[in-house]
C-alpha cells in the first residue's frame, strides 16, 4: 500500500508563525498548555506569547481583550476543548465582536487518532460554522497550511483553523481566501474534500485514472467563505459528487455542498464519504483510516463501486440524489466502508 | 476633599434614569439601582477616561460584566456626556440599542455582556495588553454576586493572579442576591472575601454605598503591587427605593407610568410607593 502522508511536523508552522509574528508586531501568541505546534515561539516572542495554563474559555476572553487594544491574538488548544469548551466564549467574545482572533484547533478530525471519542472533533465546522462571519481553513497538508497561513492570519476576519501539519506529496496552488483549488480534471467523479483526507483522495484518484476513470478534484480550502462556484462547476461537470470529510455528515462539508446545490438549483447525485451519526475508532492513523474506509485503498474501491454503481443506473442506498421540484428533500445516505 | 455631594446627585439621577427605564417592557432595576453608586464613583473620581478619550489607548476601561445592570450604566453615561441624555427615552426601542445587555453601539460601553462570566477575562485580556506595550491603562470589571457561580470567573481568577495583573481591579456588586433568591440560601458566597485573596487577589470589602469607603477602596492602585485587586461591594438590591429594598422578587420590574411616578417621588424623599405590578421570575 502507498504511503500517502507521514507523521505531522510542527516545525514548520512555528517558524512561519514566528516570522510572521516578529515582522508584525500586531500578533500575539496563546495557548491553553498546547505547545506541541509552537514550542519554539516562547523564546522567539518573549512577553508575547502567553500560555495561560488549562483554561480555554480564559484563553478566548482574554484573546477578545487583545484584540480590542489592536492585536492579532493566535490560540492554540485541542480544536474539541477549543470548539465545544470555548464555544459561547468564541460565540459572544470573539464572533458577536467580528474581532480578528485567529482559533487553531490541534489534531482535528481523525487525526486524534487513539484518543477516544472526547478528543475527536468531528462536529467542530458544524459549531464555528454557526458562528455568523466566522471564517473556516481547513489545510489539506502542513504546504497547504504553510500558503494560507499568512493570508488567513492578517485577514480581519475571526477564523478558525482546522490545523494540519500532515506530510503528503502535493504540490499546492497559490492561496487565495475563499477560493478553493484544483487539484485534478475529470468527469466521472467530482470530488469536493477538505483537510487530511485531500491527499488520501489524490492518490486514489490517480490509482483510478490507471484504470480510465477521471476524477475532478477540488480542495475545498476554505469553508467559510466556501467557494461555490467550485461546488457549482464540479456539480454541473461530473456525473456524480462525491464529498469526503473527517467530520460528522451533519453540520458539515456534505451538508454545506447540499445547500449549496439546492440554492443554485442543481439536480446531481450527492455521495458523502463521511462519519454517519457516530464516532470513529480510536487507534493510530492508519489503522483509523483503514478500519473507517478512509486509506488510499479502501478510498479507490468505493470510488470505484460510486462510478460502477452509476454507470449501471442502478440506485444503492450509497448514492442519494439531491432533488427539489416539486419540494426540496434531501434524504442522508449511509456510507458503509 | 472630595466633592461627595456632586457624586450623590448624579447617582440620584442614575437612579432616576433607571426606574424611567423600568416602563414599557421594564429593565433589571434591582442590580442597577445597587450598582449606581459604584458606577457613578468610578467614573467621577477614578476612571482616567471621558467622552473625548473614548479611542485613547491610555484610558481606563470599565467593563460591566453582569451586563442586566446596564440601566445604571446607561444613565451614568448620559450624565457624563456620553450620548445625549433624551437617547435614554429610547430604551427597548429598534430605533436604537438601549436594550437589556451592553453593546458597543453605546458611545462609552467597551465590551457587550450578557452571558455571565465573560468579562473578567476580556478585560485580563485588555490589561496584559496594556503591561506588554507598556501603557498605562487600568481594567475596572463589575461583577455580579451571583455571577461567581460560574466557573469561568474562578478559572479567571487564578490566571489573573498568576499573570500579576495588578492593573486589574475587580469590583464584586454584592447586594446579595442572584436572580430570585438570595445567594446565601442556594450557592453561598461566603466568606468571599477570602476566597478571592486565596486565589491572589489583594481584597478589601466595603460598603458599596459609603462614598468615603468607595474612596478609600480606590485611592491607592494597586492595593498590592504584582496583584490583581478584589473590592467587594456590600450594597443593596434596589438601593434608594425603600419599599423595595432587599426585595427578592424586584430583581426585574415592568412597572406601570403611575408606579414609575411614584417611585420618582420616593426616589426623592416623599412616601414610600406601594407597587401592584406583578412582580417577575426571571430565568
Redesign the interface.
Known sequence: MMVAVSAPDDRSYSRLLGDLALADPRF?VLTAENRAAIRDLPDRLG??F?D??I?E???????????????I?VVHALATFLTLRAF??IR??VG??GLPVKLVGGVPGFLSEANGPTHQAIDDLAVMRAIPGMHIFCPADESDLLAGLPAVLTSPAPTYIRFNASQSRLHHAPFELGHAELLSEGHDLGILAAGLLVPYVKEACDLLRGEGITSRLVNLRMIGPIDEEAIVETATRCDLVVVVEDHLLVGGVYQLVCEVLVRRRLSVPVLPFGLDGRWFRPALLPDVLDYEGFSVAKLSERLRRAHQTRVDASPTSEVVDVVFEPLPSVSNGRSTP | MTDFAEVEQIARRVRAHAIRMATGGGCFLGASLSCADILVYLYLHVLRTSPVRRED?ARDYLLLSKGHDVPALYGTLAELGYFPKARLAKHLSTDDHLYWHPN?AIPGV???S??LG?????????????K??GGPSRVFVVVGDGELNEG?VW??A??AS??RLDNLVLIVDRNGFQANVATESLIPLEPLADKLASFGFAVTEIDGHHLPSLEEAFAVLPRRPGSPTAVVARTIRNKGLPSIEGRAERWFVNLSPAEVQMLLHELEGSSRATLTSEPLVVR
Open positions: 500575539v512577553n508575547r502567553v495561560v495554563g483554561c474559555q480564559t484563553m478566548i476572553g482574554m484573546a477578545a481583550g487583545f484584540a480590542l487594544r489592536g492585536r491574538p459561547e466564549f459572544d467574545d458577536i465582536a | 489607548p458597543r467597551e465590551f457587550h450578557g452571558s465573560h468579562l473578567l477575562s476580556v478585560g485580563m485580556g485588555i490589561a496584559l495588553e496594556a506588554i506595550s469561568s478559572e479567571a487564578l490566571v498568576a499573570k
